[in-house]
């Protein structure tokens, strides 16, 4: 971890604290300091905490890591959780659901890859995330559009014919 105190004296110290782990001191020099932080859990949080040349407390910060082996943006344990494989980076461009997200967007919208429609608000979630509106609580529906006339919603952009 490697961080910048702002502090008029330009030291002080930081104490650094990771869930599971050990609290290290570091001081701060020139007002920066860095110092590597042994994770003892998948997810973990690092706690940071400056003061000044004289002892008073000044920040602190938090920071939650969540371990990616594979490099794909997609946390270990989110991808367990939801049936992915976290040894293999190529899953994040998978789409199975159909939805028109990828794995890695459904990761960072907050949906399910394997549900098409996660809030069930009979839109889909690649339109809802297209059109800007939440696919993960069904209250925030996206407007209705009509592609042509007779156009019933954005998932129907087919004109209607009267039977």
Same mark, same amino acid.
């Given at each position: ?23 290290? *001191? ?13 994770? @003892?859990?998948? $997810? ?11 002892? $008073? ?11 990616? $082996? ?8 989110? *991808? ?25 967007? *459904? ?32 209250? $925030? ?9 007779? @156009? ?5 952009? @087919? ?5």
């Amino acid at each position: 971890m490697t961080g910048t105190v702002s502090d008029s004296s330009g030291g002080g110290r930081v104490l650094l604290s990771s869930t599971g782990g050990a609290t290290q *001191e570091v001081a701060v020099v020139a007002g920066r300091f860095e110092q590597q932080v042994a994770l @003892a859990a998948e $997810n973990s949080t690092i706690v940071a905490r400056a003061s000044d040349t004289a002892g $008073n407390p000044s920040v602190e910060a938090r920071v939650t890591v969540r371990l990616d $082996n594979d490099g794909d943006g997609m946390p270990d344990d989110w *991808e367990r959780l939801h049936g992915l494989n976290p040894a293999d980076p190529s899953d994040a461009s998978g789409d199975p659901d159909l939805d028109g997200l990828t794995n890695l967007q *459904e990761f960072r919208s907050g949906t399910e890859p394997f549900v098409a429609d996660t809030d069930g608000d009979g839109t889909g979630d690649g339109i809802e995330v297209a059109q800007g509106s939440d696919p993960v609580h069904g209250s $925030n529906r996206p407007p209705v559009t009509r592609a042509r006339e007779g @156009a019933a919603s954005a998932l129907d952009p @087919a004109p209607r014919v009267a039977t």
